[in-house]
């Protein structure tokens, strides 16, 4: 999401640079730098909001992901519906199938491998779909640390196992190497590889999260803040216009800030 959450930066007068061939580099607003920031990979982004960053954006799967894993007290202060795109739909995490397969609920899959990036989440989710006690993640609590052993021992024992697998999912679907959990925007990988969506686990816009102490401190609770507002009018005049309306409903969040600083 790199190009669009700097584009949304740009647009709410932050725009970013980057120091040469580094992940490093500043945010500028009216002639001045505002703040550092750093490029990482989505999975990363909440436990350094929580430990050496004040501030993150990243999609809302990964903020949940993370928060089972490791027990984060984030705050999300807001979510726009963009992804890797902007005039995509909205970013959702969905359990994706062939489309030629016959099932149409969750509880009535076969036992077998779910492939996906967000095990916690995907877990809790097959869980609360019908599958509790029946979901094993590879190498983990004693089952096969190997994809073929977990396959072999997820359909002798009826169970579904969950494989971590970065990127490609829809493409390993259609070769039938199991069941997909991924996040779509404008269904083309499911129109390319002939998949169907069995269900939508929850939608991921980018979300705006911050540390609590951060949010607490004399300086910067109120650079947050003004981030936030920043963000949220570059979104609704700039980035999704059409979103203004429910903006008008949406109720502001409004914070307090104690005098400690982190």
Not at 50 to 73: T, Y
């Amino acid at each position: 999401m790199e190009k669009t959450t700097t584009l949304h930066l740009a647009k709410s007068g932050r725009p970013i640079t980057f120091f040469p061939d580094q992940d490093l580099g500043t945010i500028d607003g009216e002639g001045e730098n505002i703040g550092d920031v750093i490029r990482l990979r989505s999975f990363d982004i909440p436990a350094e909001v929580s430990d050496s960053c004040d501030v993150g954006l990243v999609g809302l799967d990964w903020v949940k992901e993370r928060e089972l894993e490791l027990g984060l007290g984030l705050k999300e202060l807001d979510y726009w519906d963009y992804g890797r795109e902007l005039l995509s739909s909205a970013p959702r995490l969905e359990v994706i199938i062939k489309d030629e397969d016959p099932t149409n609920k969750i509880k009535s899959l076969r036992p077998g491998i779910v492939l996906g990036e967000q095990e916690l989440l995907i877990k809790k989710y097959l869980e609360e779909q019908g599958w509790k006690g029946k979901v094993a993640i590879m190498g983990k609590d004693g089952v096969p640390g190997t994809p073929k052993e977990l396959r072999k021992y997820c359909e002798g024992n009826g169970l579904l196992g969950i494989r971590i697998v970065h990127g490609k999912i829809g493409a390993l679907v259609r070769l039938g190497a199991g069941y997909g959990v991924m996040v779509s925007e404008t269904d083309k990988t499911l129109r390319k590889y002939e998949l169907k969506v069995l269900d939508k686990i929850m939608d991921t816009p980018v979300t705006l999260i911050a540390d609590l102490e951060a949010i607490q401190g004399i300086r910067t609770g109120p650079e947050i803040m003004r981030l936030h507002r920043g963000l949220s009018e570059a979104y609704y005049r700039h980035l999704n216009p059409e979103a203004e309306v429910r903006r008008r409903n949406t109720e502001t969040q409004i914070f307090s800030f104690a005098s400690r600083e982190r």
